[in-house]
């Protein structure tokens, strides 16, 4: 396979990540609007906060990539191109998070409305990532040489760590599990949504040690840390339902 693989439709040739980043907001926004729950959150309303996801997710994946290498930030500050050309899903995610909460306060909303947004963002994220995948080196998002027998080389002759595949294996089994306990657990408002994003930021923290990014916040890199920021909030949260329901089975057990 040579990358990156066009998406060759006769009379003209598209870039992988193109194709695949229109298709994973344009399916993740669709299957928003089929699944969300309507009697909740009135239409005006469910588009201010959508609205706001964009805005904080666009935000917020760029200052995080912008904190990567602080020191190539800083000697191209004035590029144009590079402060552009890069965006993290970590730094989306978490910049969503919170123009969302902000945009609910002006709103009025004070119940729970991630539930709503887990299933479109992993379906989106797991389009998104074949694109990454096929765009190879150009994309960098792939993991360090490696000698496992999951190694592709992405053109410049070393076997690396496919980490996009990585990230959709763990993406659709994360979405089962959260689908059966969706169906099956009786959660919280909020739970769902919570379980993901701790999920997803836990697989972040590991899987990029093993991309070649820089580490320099105490062996740590940037993604990393903002994982880190984010589990701690998230890990406070599940807390606060999951103690009481931990009590709860021992004493049952107890009887």
Known sequence: MTFPVWIDLGFIKLHPHAVFEALAYFIGF????YTRSKDKLPIVQG????VAAILGAAIGSKALYWLEDPAKT???WRSYTYLMEGKTIVGGLLGGLIAVEWTK??????????DDMALPLMLGMF???IGCFLTGLDDHTYGTATSWITGVDFGDGLHRHPTQLYEMAFLLLLGIMLYRWKKSAALPDGAIFQLFMAGYLSFRFAVDFIKPTPHVYWGLNNIQLACLAGLIYYFALIAKWLKPRIRSHRKELQR
Do not use: P
């Open 30 to 33: 669709r299957v928003y609007l």
């Open 47 to 50: 588009m201010w906060i959508v």
């Open 74 to 76: 800083i000697d191209n």
């Open 105 to 114: 306060k002006r709103i009025g909303v004070t119940h729970s409305t991630g």
């Open 127 to 129: 389009i998104g990532r």
